[in-house]
């Protein structure tokens, strides 16, 4: 049989609901939202209408017009961190970013625009969220944290260090790109001003997705300008969100796909999906603490990460490990550093060449840890 044991790069296969709502889209829609006053360009209006009404939904959004989409969240990072941040601003990270917040971060920094603070992960754990407020300095503008590291699946303390920010007038940006659709986000809770999310992993929908919400009182430089289908006479981007910052034609069959994700989320409910997601975990854990030569990183215990498990032979390289899964088993893992070296540093695999990552979605099932975990003691056993 084949496993996919790669969703934190994206999720598959997708639920029916989603390749239906794409194809429904291209075949009998077709034309594009937000341009035209004739029905069919109003029944796109609407498909795009509700994907947005359902992530608002999601992540406990009151006004939808706050979600802007792009193409992914690492688009959804770049605009929030290049229209946010002005020349002198203080930035407070963590050592376990993704690329997509590390590499915007190093290029400001480099070009003297913003200086750095890291929030330190020893082991690959969650920080403290106690050391937070040590690192606030007079002109601190922005926290940008990762909900769960996409390496070790560690879970930080986003309602914590929501908090902290709010009590110093400091907002807040998470990277939710490992926990959207599979974790319960909930942006007044957690007190999070700008949630960056990214269509084509947990949220169920296809590449090409994503979004950003943007907190009202937050002003944000768009990071392209250009046409809109309102308010043409303007020389200047119109104020008003969305338009703001969706100049061009939206992707809208993906658009429509990932409100068919979302849906599906929200009817099978997110706790539900964390539960199922926990149980796989939990189970995983259980089996690969019984080989002698597999090392486990990050936390060991499933609540506190999210269904991404990063491991080692302590005699078999990861890209070997990989190899033999595709090659005799047909099993579908990542190895490697995952565009993430930070995390990598922080659990000291830089060297390794990284690890053997395997992560789950909805739609895997302890049956396939079984096959997963026979092929591990062939490999031991070899
Ligand atoms: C934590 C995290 N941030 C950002 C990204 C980038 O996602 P995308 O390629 O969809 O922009 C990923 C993808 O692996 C991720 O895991």
Redesign the pocket.
């Known amino acids: 049989m084949a496993v996919y044991f790669d969703n934190?790069?994206?999720s598959y296969p997708k639920p029916e609901a989603v390749y239906n709502a794409v194809e429904y889209f291209q075949r009998q829609v077709g034309v594009n939202p937000g341009r035209g006053t004739y029905q069919k360009s109003r029944e796109a209006d609407g498909i795009i209408f509700d994907t947005r009404s359902a992530l608002a939904s999601l992540f406990k959004i009151s006004d939808c017009s706050r979600i802007v989409f792009t193409s992914?969240?690492?688009?959804?990072?770049n605009l929030a961190l290049k229209g946010y941040l002005i020349k002198g601003s203080h930035v407070i990270t963590t050592a376990m970013?993704?690329?997509?917040?590390w590499r915007p971060l190093k290029v400001l920094e480099q070009g003297g625009d913003i200086t750095l603070s890291l929030l330190k992960c020893p082991s690959g754990m969650a920080f403290n969220p106690e050391e937070l407020p040590e690192l606030i300095k007079k002109n601190t503008a922005l926290v940008v944290i990762?909900?769960?590291?996409?390496v070790t699946g560690t879970i930080m303390p986003i309602e914590k260090v929501g908090k902290i920010c709010r009590a110093h007038n400091i907002p807040l940006l998470v990277?939710a790109?490992?926990t959207a659709g599979v974790y319960p986000v909930d942006v007044q809770v957690m007190h999070i001003d700008l949630l960056a999310f990214?269509?084509?992993?947990a949220l169920l929908g296809p590449?090409g997705t994503?979004g950003l919400y943007i907190c009202e009182g937050i002003d944000l430089m768009p990071l392209k300008e250009g046409g809109t289908g309102s308010e043409s006479l303007l020389e200047m981007q119109p104020a008003h969100l969305p338009d703001r910052f969706e100049a061009g034609t939206l992707n809208a069959p993906g658009i429509a796909g990932l409100g068919a994700g979302v849906k599906y989320i929200l009817e099978q409910g997110v706790e539900k999906i964390r539960q199922h997601e926990i149980d796989l975990t939990e189970y995983a854990l259980l089996k690969l603490k019984q080989f002698p030569d597999i090392v486990i990183y990050g936390p060991q215990d499933a609540p506190s990460r999210t269904g991404v498990i990063s491991f080692n032979f302590t005699n078999i390289a990861p890209e070997e490990v990989t190899y033999m899964f595709d090659e005799v088993y047909d099993i579908m893992a990542r190895s490697g550093l995952?565009?993430?070296p930070q995390a990598h540093r922080a659990i000291e695999t830089v060297e390794l060449n990284g690890t053997v990552r395997i992560s789950f979605g909805v739609f895997n099932t302890q049956a396939e840890i079984d096959f997963l975990i026979s092929a591990l003691e062939d490999l031991a056993n070899a």
């Open positions: 934190a790069a994206t992914n969240v690492t688009e959804s990072i970013e993704h690329n997509a917040v990762n909900h769960a590291s996409n990277d790109a490992q990214t269509g084509h992993k590449a994503g995952h565009c993430a």
